[in-house]
């Protein structure tokens, strides 16, 4: 299963960054360092949300330019206020229908992205028109099923408190956010020479705070389920992740997150 929740929530840039954008912008640092790409490219950015990425991309990528495109008018808002730069433009758009002439992008990327579309496929063959022939369309997912901790232990306590829980476990959602699912998804949109690659970042929470108070602001799949609890069952949740999460003799909560990257080489 694939595809977009209304309650997924994604509408509110600063709660958005201290949930997954801080841990998004690790990951795509070692993403641009694989792609390897020149400066002065084109870039595309599907899905750019708060531009964490696009940030990353103006500082390792030195693009000639980027268009950063997402369905969030408030999520794009605070992209631009976060980012002003010559280089650095945004649009409201849908990945599975892009806003963009054929073959104009050397590069079209996103980061966390795929696995929350309705048509994934569709979203790739998208991002294939947008490059010319020869160009790069790359992409990275978190790992929910196995190596995203943050999200994992919350799932697990929260089906451990309530099996029903399971059916919003992003693991169980989405089957694509994993090594061969989004290879075959390059491979199977015609992109040649298609590769693979773990990222993995520390995810380092200064204590349980740090690690609980993201869930509450409900931007996101598991905050969105964490908010839509009663407040007996929340507390009951946030007890339980209180006894189970490593906690290191400093307070601090050293955990992993390990995305999958996918990149493939447009034909011709
Ligand atoms: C987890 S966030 C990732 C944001 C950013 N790329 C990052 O790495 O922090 C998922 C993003 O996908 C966007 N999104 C959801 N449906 C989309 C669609 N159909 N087309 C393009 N983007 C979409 C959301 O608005 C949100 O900004």
Redesign the pocket.
Known sequence: MTG?RANDN?AAGDAYDAY??RW?RLVGRAFLDWLAEPPDLRWLE?????G??SEVILEYGEPKHLLG????ES?LAHARERTPHPALRFRVG???ALPVEDGQFDVAV????LN??ADPARAVMEMRRAVHPGGTVAAYVWDYGEGMDMVRLFWEAATALDPAAREHDEGVRFPLAAEAPLAALFRDSGLEEVETRAIEVPTIFDDFDDYWSPFLAGVGPAPAYCMGLDETARTALRERLQSTLPVAPDGRIHLNARAWAVRGDVPG
């Open positions: 977009r994604w997954m954008g998004s599907i899905g750019c949300g708060t964490v990425l495109i997402d369905p969030s999520f849908s990945a599975e996103s980061g966390l992205v929350f579309l």
